[in-house]
């Protein structure tokens, strides 16, 4: 059990890192090109896509558009995909409770 424990918490260390790097290379993107922020949201409601998902897709593939919620379209995959981003929210939020609730309490021995 604990070792299982200790992998998983290698992984989602992983993952945070990953989450932090996306978060650090949007700010990035961000601060190259201020023109990116401003967009006009009549031309997103059309179909057009949006500027950070073209400037980001030049760097990363698939297109990252596709797996996020759109809250500005009216697709109909957007809210299926908000359910999943939330049920995953809390999924990893009650495994993270559950697990540091599970993990033996360490007694500071005396000798």
Same mark, same amino acid.
């Given at each position: 059990?604990?070792?299982?424990?200790?992998?998983?918490?290698?992984?989602?260390?992983?993952?945070?890192?990953?989450?932090?790097?996306?978060?650090?290379?949007?700010?990035?993107?961000?601060?190259?090109?201020?023109?990116?922020?401003?967009?006009?949201?009549?031309?997103?409601?059309?179909?057009?896509?949006?500027?950070?998902?073209? #400037?980001?897709?030049?760097?990363?593939?698939?297109? =990252?558009?596709? +797996? %996020?919620?759109? *809250?500005? $379209?009216? #697709?109909?995959?957007?809210?299926?995909?908000?359910? =999943?981003?939330? +049920? %995953?929210?809390? *999924?990893? $939020?009650?495994?993270?409770?559950?697990?540091?609730?599970?993990?033996?309490?360490?007694?500071?021995?005396?000798?």
């Amino acid at each position: 059990m604990v070792a299982s424990t200790g992998r998983l918490r290698a992984v989602l260390l992983a993952l945070t890192g990953v989450a932090a790097w996306w978060s650090a290379f949007v700010a990035f993107v961000y601060a190259v090109k201020p023109g990116v922020r401003y967009e006009y949201l009549p031309f997103i409601r059309e179909g057009d896509p949006v500027q950070l998902w073209l #400037e980001l897709g030049r760097v990363l593939r698939p297109d =990252i558009q596709t +797996a %996020l919620p759109s *809250f500005y $379209g009216h #697709e109909a995959a957007t809210p299926f995909l908000a359910l =999943i981003w939330l +049920a %995953l929210a809390v *999924f990893l $939020g009650a495994f993270g409770y559950f697990s540091v609730r599970r993990q033996p309490t360490v007694s500071a021995s005396t000798r």
